[in-house]
């Protein structure tokens, strides 16, 4: 079975300019997470969806960052316009309903010059 | 205070040896916890849940004290393969609360 995919797995980008990060849950999963890693501040949660509707979103950032799930199997988060200190790595999670266990996919290793 | 603290380590031990990592956690409402396994450029990945009578898998043993809000993993006949960030993981009604991660590193 797949696991959570997530696209690019790496961006190098210039500061001022728009990131799209991509993930696409494990089927059937109804949750989904979204989390950004640094050295300096481990693994903080940024938002999480469940049955496609944002629950909690108080870890963003700031406006610059905005997430969005259209349906089921793919979410979006973007950054508007992207910031050296965005720098990090950026993982999508999913979890079914009942069950605490949640898969991650492999992150998107972003670098903002 | 951070709502999961661990010590980030890095703990350098030889092959064989028995290495213990703590966690402690702030929210006396926390329901559940987990300890996650990092290797290195790769994502999280569940190494085991913990129980409140504590709980062993193969080389590894977890332990909750809920009354000092206080978890422990222990791994015994340390593997070269057991080499990565260990993170220390509480659920408080759904998002889990992750820690920093105890970098080990097991030396032949």
């Known amino acids: 079975d797949a696991g959570v995919i997530q696209s690019p797995r790496h961006e190098v980008t210039e500061m001022g300019q728009e990131v799209t990060l991509r993930c696409k849950p494990i089927s059937g999963h109804d949750y989904l997470f979204w989390y950004r890693q640094t050295m300096m501040r481990g693994l903080e949660l940024l938002i999480y969806?469940?049955?496609?509707?944002?629950?909690?979103d108080s870890g963003m950032p700031e406006d610059r960052f905005s997430a969005k799930m259209p349906n089921a199997s793919f979410s979006t988060l973007k950054i508007q316009p992207s910031e050296p200190r965005d720098s990090a790595v950026y993982f999508c999670a999913s979890m079914t309903s009942g069950e605490e266990t949640q898969y991650f996919g492999p992150g998107t290793r972003l670098l903002v010059l | 205070r951070k709502e999961v603290e661990q010590d980030p380590g890095p703990f350098n031990v030889p092959e064989g040896a028995t290495v213990a990592f703590n966690c402690t956690y702030s929210n006396s409402a926390s329901q559940s916890f987990f300890w996650y396994r990092q290797d290195c450029r790769k994502e999280p990945k569940l190494l085991m849940s913990?129980?409140?009578s504590g709980n062993e898998d193969g080389r590894f043993t977890a332990q909750l004290n809920r009354a000092s809000q206080y978890i422990s993993l222990l791994i015994r006949d340390s593997k070269l393969s057991d080499s990565a960030t260990y993170l220390c993981?509480?659920?408080?009604?759904?998002?889990?609360?992750f820690g920093k991660g105890t970098r080990l590193s097991v030396i032949a």
């Open positions: 913990v129980y409140s």
């Open positions: 969806f469940n049955n496609n509707v944002p629950i909690d």
């Open positions: 993981v509480v659920n408080i009604n759904t998002p889990l609360v």
